[in-house]
């Protein structure tokens, strides 16, 4: 069963535009909504991460945004940049839960 | 500070044979996870240690076996290798609480295994 569904798989964006990936959830137990990047390679790195208790957190040019009513959440990159271009990576976990459950990731690319 | 490291960074197997995966913790860590990630996939969480003890573990057969030692570091052991263990494997630790594990986890770079 997939409990975290993203998309869109791949994404090209232009240099300086805003960067766009959304995540929805099944399961109203997450409560911890972590954002990954992670480049061929390598391991995923952690980005940023959301509890619902907010609606929106902000890291530099990464923002994160969190609908509870709808169980959706997206990763915002404002001034998209070429070193941006990875695989980015929702996940959400609850609560006692000891997995991270990932969705199946996005491919950016950012043009210069 | 250090963070997770693992070894070796690639491995290549035959069908039937068992392995053996190391993962050491990032300072200040006590909680390690492992992931298997395929091609084009996400993560999937295969099971956790905490306090030497397994913590939780995901939808993958017994086959798939783990240790944690007294510094917090960490084995994953694979028997009877099949052809779809062929992924990237991942461990992930996260940092000491006085309470239950946190859920951040911070991931080391894996460990490539190609089972032929």
């Known amino acids: 069963q997939q409990q975290v569904k993203q998309s869109p798989q791949s994404l090209i964006v232009q240099k300086g535009g805003i960067s766009i990936i959304n995540c929805a959830y099944e399961?109203?137990?997450?409560?911890?909504f972590p954002w990954y990047q992670q480049f061929p390679g390598k391991g995923p790195a952690l980005l940023i991460a959301i509890r619902p208790d907010v609606s929106e957190k902000k890291e530099g040019r990464f923002t994160i945004s969190f609908n509870k009513s709808a169980k959706q959440f997206s990763l915002h990159i404002m001034d998209s940049q070429p070193g941006d271009s990875a695989t980015y990576f929702c996940?959400?976990?609850?609560?006692?839960?000891?997995?991270?459950?990932f969705g199946q990731g996005t491919r950016l690319t950012i043009n210069p | 500070e250090t963070g997770v490291t693992q070894s070796p960074t690639h491995l290549i197997k035959t069908r039937g044979q068992q392995v053996t995966l190391r993962c050491s913790s990032q300072?200040?860590?006590?909680?390690v996870s492992w992931y298997q990630q395929a091609l084009g996939q996400g993560p999937q969480f295969i099971f956790q240690?905490?306090?030497?003890?397994?913590?939780g573990r995901g939808n993958f057969p017994p086959r798939f076996s783990g240790l944690q030692f007294p510094n917090y570091s960490s084995e994953l052991n694979v028997n009877a290798l099949e052809l779809d263990d062929s992924a990237l494997y991942l461990c992930?630790?996260?940092?000491?609480?006085?309470?239950?594990?946190?859920?951040?986890?911070?991931f080391g770079p894996g460990t490539r295994l190609l089972v032929l």
């Open positions: 996940a959400a976990s609850r609560a006692g839960a000891q997995k991270l459950v």
């Open positions: 399961n109203t137990a997450f409560d911890y």
């Open positions: 240690y905490y306090r030497e003890e397994e913590n």
């Open positions: 992930a630790s996260s940092p000491r609480t006085s309470g239950p594990p946190q859920e951040t986890q911070y």
């Open positions: 300072s200040g860590h006590n909680t």
